[in-house]
């Protein structure tokens, strides 16, 4: 499943799904950003944003996002 934030787009599963998911809302490939501690794609735009939620990306909260990433860190 993608999450957002509004600002973050992330997946609780495979990297893959990510950017399947990244692809088919518009993002670029290299705007992934891999080297931050929790791997995301960031939501520049308030289109990209609507994009997403409209292409089934759950909206949650900045915590609810936390709790996810945590969650598949331990994995």
Do not use: C
Request: net charge positive; aromatic share 6%; no cysteine.
């Amino acid at each position: 499943m993608i999450h957002t934030d509004g600002i973050h787009l992330v997946g609780d599963g495979a990297q893959s799904e990510l950017h399947a998911f990244a692809k088919n809302v518009g993002l670029r490939r290299e705007w992934y950003e891999d080297q931050s501690r929790h791997p995301h794609y960031r939501l520049t735009s308030i289109s990209a944003r609507q994009r997403a939620i409209n292409e089934g990306a759950v909206q949650v909260s900045s915590r609810e996002l936390i709790v996810i990433l945590q969650r598949r860190a331990e994995r």
